[in-house]
């Protein structure tokens, strides 16, 4: 399966904020838009900055700008990275969409959870099969892991045997094709649940 870079997948098109932009003329803006959340650029078209709609709605800052209700600094990602990476970024920092920024941290574009999914169109089965065929140990011994996939998110529960190298397991459950996040539960004997993303 080609795994395409962001530059392929990104929509160049993108609803934009300044820092000094209104908290009422955001909401205008997302509702306008029908988009979760804008990137803020200053006068150099640089992204400083993300304002979602859950910014918007925990601050309630009818006097507030982007500039004070944006996260800052924005996770961003460049055209040359591979769709899965993106796909990593985005779970690891619990975002929707990612900034697309050229080497001067300019604003080119943007890619959102949506597009990845429909990159990694894979069946949770198929996915599922190819998680315990490549990351998990071969059955028997101690081993007890479960797997379950929804839309891409992999959760392995259970135990694993002894020496088993879990983040090694972890790391590779990530390379198949259409994972875009992994929880684990495992543990060696009586060890407690180790959780990674």
Do not use: C
Request: aromatic share 2%; charged share 25%; net charge negative.
């Amino acid at each position: 399966m080609h795994t395409p870079a962001v530059g392929e997948i990104m929509t160049a098109e993108v609803a934009r904020a300044r820092p000094g932009t209104a908290y009422e003329d955001l909401l205008r803006l997302l509702r306008r838009r029908r988009v979760s959340g804008v990137p803020v650029l200053d006068r150099d078209d640089k992204v400083v900055g993300v304002v979602s709609e859950k910014d918007l709605t925990t601050h309630r800052a009818p006097g507030g700008t982007a500039a004070t209700l944006m996260t800052s600094p924005a996770v961003t990602v460049h055209p040359e990275q591979l769709a899965a990476d993106a796909a990593r970024i985005m779970e690891r920092h619990h975002v929707n969409r990612l900034p697309v920024v050229d080497e001067e941290d300019r604003l080119i574009g943007i890619v959102t959870r949506g597009d990845l999914l429909r990159v990694f169109r894979r069946t949770d089965d198929a996915i599922r099969t190819d998680v315990i065929g490549r990351a998990l140990p071969p059955p028997g011994g101690r081993s007890a892991v479960s797997v379950a996939v929804n839309d891409g998110m992999v959760l392995l529960d259970g135990l694993i045997p002894p020496g088993t190298d879990i983040p090694e397991t972890i790391r590779l459950a990530w390379q198949v094709d259409g994972v875009t996040g992994v929880v684990s539960r495992m543990r060696t004997g009586g060890a407690d649940a180790v959780d990674a993303g």
